[in-house]
């Protein structure tokens, strides 16, 4: 039965992506199974967060619940997917090894691909820094009988953790984030992890892009009755972009407010990830990709604004008016 739902689930992810009702029903039937094996549940957040020097790591009942945002975990194990059958073509007949940083206590983006591909395809480095998460993951895959996909259980700090010598990691994953890439560790894991893969391994997001924007708050607020149409803004330009390709610390960024803003009166901050080849999570998909408001420009036509990204303990943008 347990196999039965996985298959399911995974495939309705796959392949029905537009098919919300079932994806919504599917990733509940997900979580249930996973809450009866593992004994975290995302029914209600009473678990504490844990501080480090990169960043904020969510507990495992807020980890938890990612698993419920119907878009966000499409998206990505359609991305996921993809790049392990790229993968595949590029290492023809190799056992394909993940590391997922940050896995929490369902490692949500990879138990799905145990139904898909057999454990001989591919195997699994698992690592958290909570350590709670770590044991709960471990009996959802006893639980489910699939511990035999995990090459390693790995407690630490994927802002530190150095790749294996004796094994090639083909793709690594890391889903630490919120929107404007704010409070969690994702950027400093990138830093990390990315430049230490092989030339032909892959990163999951592939790509990470906040700009800056100006937005008419009334045409931000009819989209709900319009839904499939993107409201117009004026993008001001990229502050940061970090990924596979182009993972290189933030460098200081300055924009201009134009001396005609019309009704684009609110400077937000827009994320836009890409998982993988096509796979991309746009504004208001998740909470992800919710905008992030900075200020009200009026009055500060013409007028320039720079922008840091800060790491450390507290990360994000940082501004100041010149």
Known sequence: MNSVILEQSTNTLIFRPTDYKTIYEELHA????????????????????????????????????????????????????????????SFPGQRIHILYAGCGPYATLLTPFTSRFTKDQLTFHLLDVNEHSLNAAKKLYKGLEIEEYVAEWICGDATTY???????????????????????????????????????????????????????????????????????????????????????????????????????????????????ADEQLQTYECSLNMPVRIADVTGYEGRKITFDYERGAKPGFKYEWI
């Open 162 to 276: 150095r790749l294996p010598d004796d094994v090639t990691i083909h793709l690594a994953i890391s889903e630490t984030m919120l929107n404007a890439l704010r409070k969690e560790p994702q950027v400093e894991i990138m830093l990390n992890l990315v430049p230490q893969l092989d030339k032909k391994a892959l990163f999951i997001p592939s790509d990470i892009t906040v700009t800056a924007e100006l937005l008419d708050s009334y045409k931000e607020t009819y989209r709900y009755l319009e839904p499939e149409k993107t409201p117009d803004r004026l993008n001001l330009g990229t502050l940061y972009s970090i990924g596979r390709e182009q993972c290189e610390p933030h460098s200081q960024v300055t924009i201009e407010i134009p001396q005609q803003i019309e009704n684009f009166k609110q400077l937000n901050l827009l994320t836009t990830i890409t998982t993988f």
């Open 30 to 89: 997900l979580h249930d199974l996973y809450a009866s094996h593992s004994g975290v549940s995302a029914s209600s957040v009473i678990d504490q967060d844990m501080w480090l020097p990169s960043g904020n790591a969510v507990s495992p009942v807020k980890a938890a619940h990612c698993l419920l945002e119907i878009q966000r975990t499409a998206v990505f194990i359609r991305g996921i997917n993809k790049a392990i059958l790229s993968l595949q073509a």
